[in-house]
């Protein structure tokens, strides 16, 4: 990521008189966490709290991976819940890698500033999902749960360091495949057909109406698929059989308040419309 974001600025300098499309790969907060040590320093581990380990009542059997990618790491048990003193390790580094990220993103962004680009120039940070720190006894991503499926998206328009910055949020709507047909809208180009839209009329207006549910995928191997989506309250989740789309398994989780919820509702009646 150190590299990444060296190559970046370096980039910058050479294009700096020219249009242009720059992606950034970062990888981190990935595991492993093994940011430099001044970023853990950032941190006490001890001020970390527990997440509950408690798994939602009626979840699906296969709705929860069983984290192998973590357990692929030395010092990680093949079975069974993490104890405290490791799970406070892991949350400490996740932060560290956190804190990291956003010192390469920092260097990217003063470039900018710098070379005078953001005046003409639009920022998208995005993930490609969101990330389990020992929520429900769980780690890593690979899921439908909310925590899982939801990501950072944070647009950062034209603009120059002297004006005033305005933060603004929106409670629209969006999913990651939205990304590309907004930079092509911005850009005035025409685009191949996609799954996705532009953003933009959201970005110009943040309350602007826009869809009422966004989708996400999920499978389990080769014969199951999870469908999920959300209106920003409720997220509706059918695991089905691949082949014939039968319905085997449906989750019914709200969300008004928490990334988390505790209770599969899906089957009471109180919920059917």
Known sequence: DGRVS????ETLHKIKDDKFLMLIGLSKPHLPFNAPKKYWDLYDKNDFKIPSRKKPEGVYRLALSPWGELKGYHGIPKKGDLNDDLTRDLIHGYHASI???????????????????RKNTMIIFMSDHGYKIGEYASWCKQSNME????VPLIVSRETSYKKRITNKTSDALVENVDIFPTLVDLCG???LKSDGKSI?????KPNKKWDKAAYSVYGRGKKIIGCTTTDGDWRYTEWRNSAT???LEAELYEHKKSLLSYTNLSGNKKYVS
């Open 189 to 191: 180009l025409e685009g």
């Open 245 to 247: 789309n039968e319905i």
């Open 6 to 9: 060296k190559y970046a600025v």
């Open 147 to 150: 925590i899982d499926v939801r």
């Open 99 to 117: 804190s990291y990220i956003d010192a390469q993103v920092g260097k990217v962004m003063k470039t900018l500033e710098a070379l005078d680009l």
């Open 200 to 204: 933009l009329p959201i970005i110009n």
